[in-house]
């Protein structure tokens, strides 16, 4: 018997040299959405921490500071937080925050809207101003 057995294993084993191999299932090329955004929110958390939160907050308890508070800003016109002073160049721009907006000016707040108070560092790299963005949709 132990000679049938190892002549069986020793078919399979030929029968499976002459068949290609099983196909794997295809690896995806990009991650999940919801795994790809919870990757790009945790950035932008991180930038916010680091870019932002000194004169801005965000959060339940999110009070102005140097700057306005960020809730709800996505989407939103511009110099609509109750509790800060915006500058007249921002309160008569009609200006609302869409991804490009935010993006523009916070790349250079004075070349797309002169007159504005706001005084910061400037952010060149618009992914991270892009992240920001996604971070801030959740507030």
């Not at 989407?75 to 993006?103: H, I, R, Y």
């Amino acid at each position: 018997m132990a000679g049938v057995l190892v002549g069986l294993s020793f078919c399979a084993a030929s029968r499976a040299a002459d068949q290609p191999p099983p196909a794997k299932a295809p690896l995806s090329a990009s991650p999940p959405a919801g795994a790809e955004n919870a990757d790009i929110i945790k950035a932008g958390e991180r930038a916010f921490r680091l870019h932002c939160r000194s004169c801005h907050a965000v959060g339940n308890k999110a009070v102005s500071r140097k700057g306005p508070t960020l809730n709800g800003v996505t989407g939103q016109k511009a110099a609509q937080a109750q509790d800060f002073k915006f500058s007249d160049a921002l309160q008569k721009s009609g200006l609302v925050w869409t991804e490009k907006n935010f993006v523009d000016y916070n790349m250079n707040p004075q070349r797309m809207l002169a007159g504005t108070s706001k005084k910061m560092p400037v952010i060149k790299d618009e992914k991270i101003l892009k992240d920001i963005y996604l971070y801030l949709q959740q507030f």
